[in-house]
């Protein structure tokens, strides 16, 4: 007898913290911007940035943190040293590619990342995943950077499917409140050098320890529950 549909209908992932282990470089390469400038580094400047689309990020380098040149410069200097770093070495968070594999088997799959898309695209060849994504959105391409919706809202629009019939996968707290805003359900995958907030936490509808815990069965539940 066939089984009943399941009413998840697509999985959208985020990525740096998510599948690639990007969220550390992506601090040490602002802090080394900001200490040749000799900028001291700001309490909060690192949550805060979390989830900016490129140009709120690069914006609040140079008015809150001081780094010299404009948000434009500031971006080039920043994503140049990012790729610099990727092409060294990408770090990948254990069991990212095996879950996106899983999930794509099962549901058409997203991603909603507030990477620039030269350094999205890169990441997903480098993990051999690209085609596994039906849809892809940069934070740069649309609106305004996680928290607002825009980035997951988009993703949906671009699979074809409603977002409260779409499950996100997430570790920050901006990324957690982005894709509550957008009336997704949320599953957090908690990163352990960047904890995401109490009241973020509190968005998702559950809470995992590893990618590995992320499995078709737990997101059926998920859905099946709503």
């Not at 879950?99 to 549901?107: C, I, P």
Request: proline share 8%; glycine share 10%.
């Amino acid at each position: 007898m066939p089984q009943p549909a399941s009413p998840v209908a697509a999985v959208v992932f985020d990525m740096d913290g998510v599948l690639t282990d990007t969220e550390t470089i992506w601090n040490e390469v602002r802090r080394a911007l900001a200490a040749e400038d000799g900028v001291p580094w700001p309490d909060g400047a690192t949550e805060a940035m979390m989830g900016m689309s490129t140009p709120e990020w690069s914006g609040y380098m140079a008015a809150t943190v001081g780094v010299r040149g404009d948000a434009a410069d500031i971006a080039e200097r920043t994503i140049a040293a990012m790729a610099q770093r990727y092409r060294v070495h990408l770090p990948t968070l254990p069991g990212a590619v095996a879950a996106v594999e899983r999930l794509a088997a099962r549901w058409p799959l997203g991603l909603a990342s507030s990477s620039p898309r030269r350094l999205i695209d890169a990441s997903l060849d480098a993990l051999g995943i690209a085609h596994h994504f039906g849809a892809t959105v940069s934070t740069e391409e649309v609106a305004a950077g996680k928290p607002a919706p825009d980035g997951y809202a988009r993703a949906c629009e671009l699979l074809g499917v409603e977002p409260g019939r779409a499950v996100a996968i997430e570790d920050s707290s901006n990324g957690m409140r982005s894709a509550a805003a957008a009336g997704m359900v949320v599953v957090a995958v908690p990163h352990e050098a960047f904890p995401p907030a109490p009241d973020a936490l509190a968005l998702a509808a559950a809470q995992v320890g590893s990618l590995d815990e992320v499995t078709v069965e737990l997101l059926e539940g998920l859905g099946a529950g709503r």
